[in-house]
């Protein structure tokens, strides 16, 4: 989500790949290529440092809070082809669970809405995508779908639990229909859109519209409205929005937000679901709007400056 906050010291030894805040925005996590995970406390202006949590043995890519109603928990994956998931019990953070299911490096983390409890979606370099479901009993059940993407998965994001329209649509006192669905972009150029049915994860949609990898993917909170909306970026420089007005999801038109002179790394919508955050190789932040009248225009000029947050794959290539 974008958030602005002031500038954190996070004292790693080497390049960041990630920052998140936690949901109430008062806890920084961060990780770096010195294969560690830190967590500060970042009210009132200031910065604590208060826990480094060590248990990857490569670059650690992302990071990515759980909602606050099943405590704290945040899940970080590496080019050690591991997912940690840590959580704090009386003010220490120790591991929860480690999932070694993959291949080769793991590129992206995305916990799943709270209304399906906890569950997280993992993006390999392997091609294949896992989800992780924690049940009662603090077991974790696994379903993977191979081949997600061919040469390799970059970035996972989940849809809003609600279908889109079903507030608005439904009976009052009938509870909305809810839909476990994310999407998915990887080294093919697709961007791939996957839904739970029976038990099973599908191949619900392709997008087709990227001539080069693409590096992330986001999709915009909701608030019961009759449309989807997904941000994409890739390698080729440009970020589509991708839009479905279709109640049954079938029909996803795409529209150039802008032509970049450089790869874009990461996309990011507000909690809003209103302004999208933009950054790329140019070392730029760019926040995008979308009018009335349907047109995306850039409302801000960031500037990065040293010591950013860069993307997973600058460092990866690094790795490799």
């Not at 099973?200 to 590096?215: G, I, M, N, P, T």
């Amino acid at each position: 989500m974008v958030s602005v906050i002031n500038t954190v010291d996070t004292s790693h030894e080497d390049m960041i790949h990630d920052a998140q805040m936690d949901y109430y925005g008062t806890r920084l996590a961060t990780c770096s290529s010195d294969r560690s995970v830190k967590i500060f406390d970042v009210k009132n202006g200031g910065q604590i440092l208060l826990a480094d949590l060590r248990g990857h043995e490569g670059p650690v890519w992302q990071v990515a809070w759980a909602h606050p109603m099943y405590g704290n928990i945040l899940a970080s994956c590496s080019y050690d082809r591991k997912v940690i998931i840590w959580k704090e019990e009386n003010g220490s953070w120790d591991k929860m669970y480690e999932y070694t299911g993959h291949d080769s490096s793991v590129n992206s983390v995305c916990w799943g809405p709270y209304d399906f409890g906890l569950i997280l979606a993992c993006g390999s370099s392997d091609g294949a995508i896992s989800i992780l479901t924690c049940s009662g009993d603090g077991q974790w059940d696994i379903k993977k779908i191979s081949n997600a993407h061919t040469i390799g998965c970059n970035a996972v994001s989940w849809a809003p639990a609600v279908v889109p329209g079903s507030l608005v649509d439904q009976p009052t006192g009938q509870k909305p229909n809810y839909i476990k669905r994310f999407v998915s972009g990887g080294c093919d150029n697709l961007v791939k859109l996957w839904k739970e049915e029976d038990g099973q994860w599908k191949e619900d949609q392709k997008l087709e519209a990227h001539s080069d990898w693409v590096r992330d993917v986001g999709w915009a909170p909701s608030i019961g409205l009759p449309t989807s909306t997904i941000a994409s970026c890739s390698q080729d420089g440009r970020v589509f929005i991708w839009t479905c007005d279709d109640p049954s999801g079938n029909t996803w038109t795409a529209k150039l937000l802008h032509k970049f002179n450089d790869v874009v790394w990461h996309v990011s919508w507000s909690i809003t679901g209103n302004i999208l955050a933009v950054s790329g190789g140019d070392n730029k932040v760019t926040l995008w709007k979308e009018s009335l009248d349907g047109q995306w225009a850039c409302i801000s000029d960031v500037n990065k400056g040293q010591g950013a947050v860069s993307s997973v794959t600058d460092g990866q290539q690094n790795e490799q």
